[in-house]
């Protein structure tokens, strides 16, 4: 167990649609990622937050938002979604922002009908 | 593409036998990680080795970094069945971000 916590760990939703991934970092970690893992894309970084700030951006598009709330847990907002967003969502945690030692969730099934 | 590339895609060996897997990447880097990934899992952090180590151990796992090269090996000796799983390479360019950016992976099977 990580100490990493993703909900939901499946969701089912149609084209159009929008949906809200959770994640609650370890504690005491400052820092979280949103990673997208698909077949044909492999594990795509999102963006990162350390301590409630934006620190590095990804291949997110603009339909995805993010933010990292004051208690440090994190949401990422998928909005418009199409039938190529279905995919695996990794949040991981680490205690600083440059460590490189990540902490994954066991990650959000998201498929899209 | 990625910055981290890893070879082969996919190694088979028995149990007991040695696996080494192999990852390239572009640019200069502060660290390199490997991690381990059960199927439909998260992954798990294996090692982190920095810019100015040459090799680490960890318990069967040995990881060397040629910078000249920019390469980077995982060996896991006396394999077993519960090793199978995909492996990762990851790097981190920049500390002041500290992102990893990941390769495709190896799928390992071990067969017992």
């Known amino acids: 167990d990580s100490g990493v916590t993703q909900t939901p760990k499946h969701l089912i939703t149609a084209t159009g649609q929008r949906v809200t991934l959770r994640c609650s970092p370890r504690s005491g970690d400052l820092s979280v990622y949103w990673y997208q893992q698909s077949l044909d894309q492999g594990l795509q970084f999102l963006i990162q937050y350390y301590n409630g700030e934006e620190r590095a951006k990804g291949n997110i598009l603009e339909r995805f938002s993010a933010q990292q709330f004051p208690d440090l847990h994190s949401e990422l907002n998928l909005s418009s979604l199409e039938l190529g967003d279905s995919a695996l969502y990794f949040c991981?945690?680490?205690?600083?922002?440059?460590?490189?030692?990540?902490?994954f969730g066991e990650g959000s099934r998201l498929t899209v009908l | 593409s990625q910055q981290g590339e890893e070879d082969p895609q996919a190694l088979s060996i028995q149990e007991g036998e040695n696996a080494t897997m192999n990852c390239s990447y572009k640019?200069?880097?502060?660290?390199l990680q490997w991690y381990r990934q059960n199927s439909g899992r998260g992954l798990v952090h294996l090692i982190l080795i920095r810019s100015n180590e040459r090799e680490k151990h960890s318990g069967r796992l040995r990881v060397t970094l040629d910078t000249s090269k920019k390469s980077s090996s995982l060996l896991i000796t006396a394999s077993r069945a519960a090793d199978t799983a995909s492996y990762f390479c990851?790097?981190?360019?920049?500390?002041?971000?500290?992102?990893?950016?990941f390769g495709d992976g190896t799928t390992l099977t071990v067969k017992p």
């Open positions: 991981a945690s680490s205690i600083t922002s440059n460590t490189g030692e990540l902490f």
């Open positions: 990851a790097t981190v360019i920049n500390t002041n971000a500290g992102k990893s950016t």
């Open positions: 640019t200069s880097i502060n660290n």
